[in-house]
Each structure stands twice: as C-alpha cells, then as structure tokens.
C-alpha cells in the first residue's frame, strides 16, 4: 500500500482512504432521504432549507424527524466505531470523527450544503467523549424543554460541552478538537443567534411548514 508523506512522517493510502469514507458517509443527507421517500417533502425547500432533525421534524413531523434523528446520530456513531478498527493513532481517530462531522455540513451530494451537525457531533462525541456529551446533552434537554427552542438549546451545548471535557480527557489534542468542535457548531447557527437576539426564532413544532413547502413531483 503507497504511502504519502506528511509533515515529518507518512500517511498511507488506507488511512487516506479512511478519511474519504468518513467524509461520504457524513455526507449522506438521511433527513433529506426520510423526507422524500415518506412525506415527498424537499427540505431544501421548506422551512430553513435544512436537512437536519429541527428542520424534518418542522416540515414533515414527528416520524421522519425521529428518524432524522436517529440516522444522523448513527451515522456518527456507528460510522466511527467501525472506521476507529482501520486507524492506528489518535489523531488519525479524532481527524475521522470530524470528517464525518464536515462531511454531513457540507455534503458532496448536495453541493456543499448540509445540516448543522448537532446529532451527528453527538454520535461522534458519543464514541470519543461519552460523559461530556452526555452532560450536554442534559442541558440541551433542559433548554429545549423549558424554551421549545432547539438552536437555543444547541448553542448551550456547544459552549458547555468544550467546557466539560477537560473534566473527562486530559489529552491536549482532543481539548483542541472539542473547543474547535464547540466553535464550529455556534459559527453553524449565526442566523439562529442573530434571530434568537432579536427574539424571531421560532419554537419547535411537528409538520407546520409542510403547506409552504414545494410537493415532489
């Protein structure tokens, strides 16, 4: 197998090929598939125009959203916990997790668009940082339960999970990774926070935005 040089080592090819995978298997658009075969709802076209959980469970209700869910946490976790059996260092395993991550906010199947990655992150951390994650996650429930506002409660976890993790992981590098994680994740929702300022986010609600949405035909 070749080998490609990198800084003052080698990357081979299988790991190379390794981060390809991550990246087209976080870049399957689950909410976008849910929403086509079960309702024939495009959401890219209706609400916010995003494949992710709020969005699916907004334009085509509670089952596709679930399974929005569901999916997209898999595809984090799942995906990296059988992508970790072909790396070798922790580098190479964190570098996975955040393709995978990329992969699903910037599809190659949908021209760069994507979701905002919080269910996904969440299945990513899921494997590397259980405790923390889950921790977060509360606090994500707590939000959302008190608000009914899901980027609200996103953005709460994004602060607090880099926050908790040295808690959890001593590792420098992974420190590093979950602050760059927890940055992305906010930059991900500026136009929730510019809404959130102004007090026009809207609350969660089940399949409401379905009448403003184009049908497939």
């Known amino acids: 197998m070749g080998r490609f040089y990198f800084m003052k080592g080698t990357i081979s ?72 059996l072909f790396v070798h260092t922790p580098w190479e395993l964190y570098v996975t997790g955040l393709l995978i991550v990329i992969g699903h906010t910037r599809s190659v199947f949908l021209k760069g668009r994507g979701g905002k990655a919080i269910a996904t992150s ?10 923390a994650i889950l921790l977060a996650a509360f606090l994500f429930a707590i939000v959302v339960a008190a608000t009914r506002i899901v980027s609200l409660g996103s953005i709460t976890a994004a602060i607090a999970y880099p926050l908790l993790t040295p808690f959890f992981r ?44 184009k049908r497939l035909k």
């Open 13 to 84: 090819m299988t790991i190379v090929l390794i981060f390809i995978l991550a990246y087209l298997i976080g870049s399957i658009p689950f909410g976008l598939l849910f929403a086509r075969l079960i309702k024939g709802i495009d959401l890219l076209r209706c609400g916010s125009g995003n494949i992710g959980t709020t969005n699916a469970f907004r334009c085509a209700g509670p089952v596709v959203g679930t399974l929005t869910l569901v999916f997209d946490v898999l595809k984090g976790l799942a995906g990296l916990s059988i992508l970790a």
């Open 122 to 131: 969440f299945g990513v951390l899921l494997y590397l940082n259980p405790l």
């Open 170 to 213: 001593t590792d420098p590098l992974f420190i590093l990774i979950s602050y760059a994680l927890g940055a992305y994740a906010i930059y991900l929702h500026q136009e929730n926070i510019r809404r959130l300022l102004r007090k026009e986010e809207p609350h969660l609600t089940f399949g409401h935005q379905v009448r403003k949405n």
